[in-house]
């Protein structure tokens, strides 16, 4: 019919993952820093980002009261965060962890164990007796949906992509929602009906990994579709927290302080050295998507790693001996955690540049081969 079609080319922002150099107006998005005045248009877009995570984790005051103990918490990367816990009790934020509204989860009085959400919207909430509520406006409103774990405990959830969602629990239980939380089928392979799994995580291109109450991994390439042993992240360990630089690397946290973590997708694990947990029981784990995790526990401790897990310090935080149940980030370096009491702490990030003449690029990890590159030009 005479249409003819032609490529458009891309902006100033697109990223594009290629083996091959796309030449002088892209650059690697390596973490590199460089002059606002350089790069006008691309700063314009990327604002400042490489703000480093969790150097002090003060409290804030908020209008939480502290019968409440926060149990979980997400965000959706743009502002909007959300802290839930025992006996229904669910938190809102819309500015970035400043101030938070109660919401009605539709618990009732039954334990929420975890959240996730799309990023657009969408979130999904879990918990003691197989409870499951879905909200679409954001986390305004919220509705039950049946999970088919019926009595058991849901203790892990994640968001795959592709408008999908999985969840595990008790006795090896999981199950897969690819209709952004709106139906529920059971998962039939692979994971061990001997175990609770308590935490699940996503890596890259539908890689999702669970941790259960014995130590054991596994590993799901399908967005959780099916199942493999992915070996002991943790030998005789209950892991209650795992988390994920977004390509291979997985950290996974217990009890008695431990912390293992692999860099080839689960196949390989080794435990590393942790200050002070003691045998205080480590409860949450979040990365920044490059090099740093946080991890939080029992005793009111907070470390953090800059090396994606192999090395881990104490950093300051108000919590006292209260225990920290769960943290989070919005990958722009600010951090919030979350613990018994109805405390939060909010962690602003600093940064290794001068902000008022330079920008820095993200990090991006990509399995060997090709390379994240930004547009930073348009044609001359």
């Not at 804030?60 to 006996?87: E, F, H």
């Not at 949906?145 to 999908?164: K, L, Q, R």
């Not at 999981?174 to 001997?194: E, K, M, P």
């Not at 950093?315 to 979350?338: D, M, P, Q, W, Y």
Request: net charge neutral; with cysteine; aromatic share 8%.
């Amino acid at each position: 019919d005479g249409v003819e079609f032609a490529f458009v080319g891309q902006s100033v922002g697109d990223v594009l993952v290629t083996a091959r150099n796309p030449g002088s107006r892209y650059l690697i998005e390596d973490g590199s820093i460089y002059l606002q005045s350089a790069y006008p248009a691309l700063f314009a877009v990327l604002g400042l980002l490489g703000g480093i995570l969790g150097s002090t984790w003060p409290l804030i005051t908020t209008t939480i009261p502290s019968s409440a103990n926060l149990l979980c918490l997400d965000t959706d990367k743009k502002g909007v965060w959300i802290a839930a816990g025992a006996a229904g009790a669910m938190y809102r934020s819309t500015n970035q962890g400043v101030s938070w509204t109660a919401v009605d989860s539709k618990f009732a009085a039954v334990a929420i164990n975890g959240l996730a959400n799309n990023g657009s919207g969408t979130w999904v909430a879990v918990g003691d007796s197989g409870r499951l509520s879905l909200s679409t406006d954001n986390g305004i409103t919220w509705n039950l949906v049946t999970s088919g774990f019926g009595s058991s405990g849901i203790y892990g959830i994640a968001y795959c992509g592709n408008s999908t969602f999985v969840a595990v629990g008790d006795t090896g239980k999981a199950f897969r929602s690819t209709n952004s939380g709106a139906s529920w089928a059971a998962v039939s392979t692979g994971l061990s009906t001997a175990n609770a799994h308590l935490a699940v995580t996503t890596g890259s291109d539908g890689v999702v990994m669970a941790v259960s109450n014995s130590g054991l991994a596994f590993r799901s390439d399908d967005r959780g579709a099916s199942w493999l042993s992915s070996g002991t992240a943790i030998t005789g360990t209950a892991v209650w927290a795992i988390s994920s630089n977004g390509a291979e690397t997985f950290v996974a946290a217990g009890a008695s302080g431990k912390i293992s973590r692999t860099e080839d997708s689960g196949l390989t694990w080794t435990v590393v050295s942790t200050p002070n947990f003691g045998t205080n029981t480590i409860r949450g784990l979040s990365s920044d998507k490059a090099k740093t995790f946080i991890a939080v526990g029992d005793g009111g401790i907070v470390t953090k790693s800059e090396d994606a897990g192999k090395t881990w310090r104490v950093v300051s935080a108000g919590f006292g001996t209260t225990s920290v149940r769960a943290v989070g980030n919005n990958l722009s370096g600010l951090g919030i955690a979350v613990g018994d009491a109805g405390k939060v702490s909010r962690s602003t990030p600093t940064y290794a540049y001068d902000t008022a003449t330079q920008f820095k690029l993200r990090e991006v990890v990509l399995p060997a081969g090709p390379k994240s590159y930004i547009k930073a030009l348009e044609a001359a």
